[in-house]
């Protein structure tokens, strides 16, 4: 079992930073893969990024060059480094991690930007 919170979350205005965490508990050795999804409001939850555990990274199209994940595998943290940010990344963004063949997902955290 693999247990996931997410933070960071909060309101800011367009062109402005945050950065998320997931910290993960439980079977974290047998993680990997990891990702952050998100979901605006009525729409499918998407994939934003993901990272596996050699540290190589993938992103979605509407973020690439903009957001960054990482992680501490000391702290069995992951990051999303979410810079200038635009009203359509609103929504609610959520942890996952694969530790094969299981997916785990964490609750999720807010993201609003508004002007």
């Known amino acids: 079992q693999v247990q996931l919170v997410e933070s960071g979350g909060g309101l800011v205005q367009p062109g402005e930073s945050l950065r998320l965490s997931c910290v993960a508990s439980?079977?974290?050795?047998?993680?990997?893969?990891m990702r952050w999804y998100r979901q605006g409001p009525g729409k499918q939850r998407a994939l934003v990024a993901s990272?596996?555990?050699?540290?190589?990274?993938d992103y979605a199209e509407f973020v690439e060059g903009r957001f960054t994940i990482s992680k501490e595998n000391a702290k069995n943290i992951m990051y999303l480094q979410m810079n200038s940010l635009k009203p359509e990344d609103t929504g609610i963004y959520y942890c996952?991690?694969?530790?094969?063949?299981?997916?785990?997902w964490g609750q999720g955290t807010q993201v609003t930007v508004s002007s």
């Open positions: 996952n991690v694969l530790a094969y063949p299981v997916s785990y």
């Open positions: 439980g079977s974290i050795a047998s993680i990997n893969k």
């Open positions: 990272i596996t555990t050699d540290g190589g990274t």
